[in-house]
C-alpha cells in the first residue's frame, strides 16, 4: 500500500499537548514545507504548512484554540480547518493537509484535502 492511502505516522497524540503544535520535518512528510501538528483546544488535530505566509516564523510555535492558530511573530490568525486566514498581518491562505487520529497515534495524508 502506498503512503497516499495509508498515511504517514508522525506522532502520538500525546506528544501534541492541547493549545499547542509541533513541527514535523518535510524529510519525514516528503511536503514542500514542514508540516504544523496544531492541537485544538477540544482535542482535535489538524495539520497546516508550518512556515506562516506572512513572515518566516512556525505556526507549530503558535496559540491553538477555537479553531484557530496564532502565528507567534506577529499574530497572523489560520483556521485549523483550512488554512485560511482569519486575522492580519498574514493575507495568503496556509496549506492544510489532512490527518487522522488512530489508536493515538497521528496520521498524516500530505496534500490531502482535510
Not at 85 to 94: I, R
Given at each position: 500500500?502506498?503512503?497516499?492511502?495509508?498515511?504517514?505516522?508522525?506522532a502520538?497524540?500525546?506528544?501534541?499537548?492541547?493549545?499547542e503544535?509541533?513541527?514535523?520535518?518535510?524529510?519525514?512528510?516528503?511536503?514542500?514545507?514542514?508540516?504544523?501538528?496544531?492541537?485544538?483546544?477540544?482535542?482535535?488535530?489538524?495539520?497546516?504548512?508550518?512556515?506562516?505566509t506572512?513572515?518566516?516564523?512556525?505556526?507549530?510555535?503558535?496559540?491553538?484554540?477555537?479553531?484557530?492558530?496564532?502565528c507567534?511573530?506577529?499574530?497572523s490568525?489560520?483556521?485549523?480547518?483550512?488554512?485560511?486566514?482569519?486575522?492580519?498581518p498574514?493575507?495568503?491562505?496556509?496549506?492544510?493537509?489532512?490527518?487522522?487520529?488512530?489508536?493515538?497515534?497521528v496520521?498524516?495524508?500530505?496534500?490531502?484535502?482535510?
Amino acid at each position: 500500500m502506498s503512503a497516499m492511502t495509508t498515511g504517514i505516522r508522525v506522532a502520538a497524540l500525546d506528544d501534541i499537548p492541547e493549545g499547542e503544535g509541533i513541527a514535523v520535518d518535510k524529510a519525514v512528510t516528503g511536503t514542500a514545507d514542514n508540516i504544523a501538528l496544531l492541537r485544538d483546544d477540544d482535542g482535535s488535530v489538524w495539520a497546516l504548512d508550518d512556515t506562516c505566509t506572512h513572515a518566516d516564523a512556525s505556526l507549530a510555535e503558535g496559540w491553538v484554540e477555537n479553531g484557530q492558530v496564532e502565528c507567534p511573530l506577529h499574530s497572523s490568525k489560520f483556521c485549523l480547518k483550512t488554512g485560511a486566514v482569519d486575522g492580519l498581518p498574514a493575507t495568503k491562505d496556509a496549506c492544510p493537509h489532512r490527518v487522522e487520529v488512530h489508536d493515538g497515534d497521528v496520521f498524516l495524508f500530505p496534500n490531502g484535502a482535510p
